[in-house]
């Protein structure tokens, strides 16, 4: 169902969701023609990226993608993200990470449910905090949630980039703490967890 590619020097973690031979990209942030390779290696035929939110590392290799595969719908984060967006060329120059190229996203709403995959319908859920426009993404007959840079294994990930609010941070956190125990996370950066784990082990939740 899932594969994850770490990508650019910042290792982020690019994800594969797949289903059958379609696939979805989830923050591409660099190394496209790694990304490309993973998807010809299995003949995957990629039906869109879906961004989490719009910094650099999440989002550098997108305009490279599009290129490879015109047809590819790029979806996300939330319209919040936009100036994010216009920053990430030059957030990019500060953090070397490679910048592919301007795009125009289709900017997602809090409840929209995204019908990508067969039979795996994607929830969409604004979690600002980390951004202004950040995004989860939801799926809920496997058991995923996709949070982007919310939060990593035991912490949170990088509380000084643009548009990071704290309040809003514990206020997505609080919302997540409902979803089941079960839930596998597959965070923006390093390894994955589960949501019952990491309410036990993520100082974060158990104040949110």
């Known amino acids: 169902m899932h594969t994850t590619l770490p990508v650019t020097r910042l290792q982020q973690n690019c994800r594969i969701l797949s289903v059958a031979d379609k696939a979805v990209i989830v923050d591409p942030g660099g190394d496209a023609a790694k990304i490309a390779a993973e998807l010809e290696f299995f003949a995957f035929k990629p039906q869109a990226i879906l961004l989490t939110h719009a910094h650099v590392d999440h989002c550098g290799a997108v305009a490279e993608l599009v290129q490879r595969y015109p047809k590819l719908k790029v979806l996300g984060p939330q319209q919040d993200d936009a100036i994010a967006l216009e920053m990430a060329q030059l957030q990019g120059e500060c953090f070397q990470v490679p910048f592919s190229g301007p795009f125009t996203p289709q900017w997602l709403n809090n409840g929209e449910i995204l019908r990508l995959l067969p ?32 939060l990593v294994q035991g912490g949170i990930w990088a509380r000084k980039q643009p548009g990071f609010d704290r309040k809003a941070l514990m206020a997505s956190l609080a919302r997540l703490k409902t979803y089941p125990d079960d839930t596998q996370l597959l965070f923006g950066h390093g390894p994955n967890s589960f949501l019952g784990k990491e309410k036990q082990d993520n100082p974060y939740l158990a104040q949110a």
């Open 119 to 150: 039979d795996h319908p994607i929830e969409v859920l604004h979690t600002p905090g980390h951004s202004k426009g950040s995004v989860c993404y939801y799926i809920r007959n496997a058991g995923l949630m996709l949070v982007g840079d919310l």
